[in-house]
């Protein structure tokens, strides 16, 4: 239903709209129709939208495409990045932000809907971490182990995990080294 009312709304404003369904029937109708640009879920019954936007994006570089999904999740987004996809836009928003990210990405930039930076970014554009997490920063960058930063906290060890893998991706990193060359302790005392 959503992928049909799309398709009404993007045709009743003069795009040349087709549709396919079946993932899996994708990659030949990109080969046979050269489309400017592609909407993409992340779900697909039986396929996977972000897997199936690194496959075009390494087949069809061309192709602009717009992940439009539910998930308002850091996570998400960032994986969406990785595979190369060129917007994000949220389900739940309003026709008028589908058809600013459409115009913005044709035009060769990228788009993130705006929601997402209200409820995730600062004032500075960047995504904002928790107080959480800096406190689990604070503890990381003077050593301690995720076992220890739970205990201190009264949190659970995969809380503290899942914490840590959050701030990973808002601060773009792969590993503690990574961190510590990024902070210092006194940078990230919130008070202790």
């Given at each position: ?10 045709a009743?404003?003069g795009?040349?709209?087709?549709q ?12 046979k129709e050269r489309?400017?640009?592609?909407l993409?879920?992340?779900?697909f019954?039986d396929?996977n939208g972000?897997?199936l936007a690194?496959v075009?994006?390494s ?5 602009k ?12 987004i ?20 589908l058809f600013?990210?459409?115009e913005?990405?044709?035009?060769g930039?990228r788009?993130?809907?705006?929601k997402l930076?209200?409820e ?12 959480k ?7 990381l960058v003077?050593?301690?182990k995720?076992?220890e930063?739970?205990?201190?906290l009264?949190?659970g060890?995969e809380?503290?995990k ?11 990193i792969?590993?503690?080294a ?9 940078d990230w005392d919130p008070?202790?």
């Amino acid at each position: 239903m959503f992928s049909d009312a799309v398709k009404d709304l993007l045709a009743a404003r003069g795009y040349l709209v087709t549709q396919e369904k079946n993932p899996g029937n994708l990659v030949y109708r990109l080969q046979k129709e050269r489309p400017q640009l592609l909407l993409l879920d992340i779900r697909f019954p039986d396929a996977n939208g972000l897997e199936l936007a690194g496959v075009v994006k390494s087949m069809f570089p061309a192709v602009k495409i717009i992940m439009v999904t539910m998930y308002n999740e850091l996570r998400m987004i960032r994986l969406s990045q990785q595979v190369g996809a060129d917007g994000y836009v949220l389900k739940d928003s309003p026709p008028q932000i589908l058809f600013e990210a459409i115009e913005e990405i044709l035009s060769g930039g990228r788009y993130y809907d705006p929601k997402l930076k209200q409820e995730k970014y600062g004032a500075s554009g960047q995504w904002e971490l928790t107080e959480k997490e800096k406190l689990i920063i604070s503890r990381l960058v003077k050593g301690k182990k995720a076992s220890e930063i739970a205990q201190e906290l009264g949190v659970g060890y995969e809380t503290v995990k899942t914490h840590r893998k959050n701030i990973y991706l808002k601060l773009n990193i792969n590993s503690l080294a990574e961190l510590m060359l990024k902070v210092s302790a006194a940078d990230w005392d919130p008070g202790m």
